[in-house]
């Protein structure tokens, strides 16, 4: 029996041991030459940046889905993402993500070489689960309630992670039905989306309730706002408090953890792999 993967376009990635997802925003806030245009080339190195720091995946986004945001042109989108996955596709052998939910942003990403497809609206769209389905791309279903701009304002549950695990598994009953196997799914349950302080401590206690839905595990805990209210730190001053929330969801039952800090990530899920059940001792003398 193989231990956990994932099947990304034809090819296996082993999750055996977690791995880290590194975030690459290619939004106009983030590489920007000063105006409205993305700086491909800046955003290429900065990606080969974090494949050098030990990332097993880059997510490459065009669209902000933080609090608030509003929703970006698709030909926005696609203009800020495509060469980007075009030149990192050409320069490096990393397996590459495209986070987003436009369909044609999906068929574009694909044919420029992005391997599996991350959808925080979890192929919800008109569209998207069709477009998924004939990429032969991987998908990672993330769980939200609401949408990016309204999502923090009450979001209310009946049961958190029983409702959290219904959404996830409806939808993955619904990329079966369409095509997608399970070899190519994976859940997320979407912290700080649609979540306020006590859902997302509630969820990390619990998340190994979502793991057994029997799908790879992927989080994202990197610099959330979660760590304002824990620590009072601002945005970049969230390392610390990041790598404590990874080590915490690996000891959980993670497989990808996606991080902007990819060198300190991995170190972390590193030692707390090892000290899961059955985890490796490896390098201890
Ligand atoms: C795009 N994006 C922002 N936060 C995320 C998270 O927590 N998980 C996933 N899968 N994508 C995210």
């Known amino acids: 029996m193989p231990g956990p993967r994932l099947l990304c376009g034809g090819n296996w990635l082993d999750l055996s041991q977690p791995v880290v997802m590194g975030v690459l925003n290619v939004t106009p806030d983030s590489f920007s030459d000063g105006g409205r245009h993305v700086d491909a080339e800046a955003a290429i190195a900065r990606g080969l940046e974090l494949a050098a720091e030990g990332a097993a995946i880059i ?32 320069e490096s052998r990393v397996l590459l993500s495209v986070d987003t939910s436009q369909p044609e942003v999906m068929r574009q990403a694909v044919d420029a070489g992005a391997r599996l497809i991350n959808d925080v609206r979890a192929l919800q769209l008109p569209g998207a689960l ?54 190519r799914l994976c859940l997320d349950p979407g912290f700080g989306f649609g979540k306020q302080l006590a859902h997302n401590l509630e969820l990390l206690r619990r998340l190994s309730e979502v793991g057994a839905l029997g799908l790879p595990l992927v989080v994202g805990l990197s610099r959330k706002s979660l760590l304002q209210a824990l620590t009072g730190r601002g945005v970049g001053d969230r390392l610390a408090g990041s ?25 972390a899920v590193r030692v707390a792999a090892a000290l899961r059940p059955g985890g490796s001792d490896a390098g201890v003398v």
Not at 139 to 149: E, I, N
Not at 162 to 172: E, Q, S
């Open 59 to 90: 997510d490459i986004g065009g669209e902000s889905t933080r609090p608030g945001a509003e929703s970006v042109p698709v030909q926005d989108e696609l203009r800020r993402v495509i060469p980007v996955v075009r030149g990192l596709a050409r």
């Open 130 to 183: 069709q477009a998924a389905a004939a990429s032969g791309a991987a998908v990672c279903l993330m769980h939200m309630q609401g949408d990016p701009r309204t999502m923090q304002r009450r979001p209310e549950y009946a049961d958190l992670v029983t409702d959290i695990k219904a959404m996830l598994a409806a939808r993955a009953q619904a990329c079966i039905a369409a095509g997608i196997g399970r070899e």
């Open 243 to 267: 790598v404590a929330l990874a080590t915490i969801a690996v000891l959980q039952g993670a497989h990808v953890v996606r991080a902007h800090d990819v060198a300190a990530t991995l170190d």
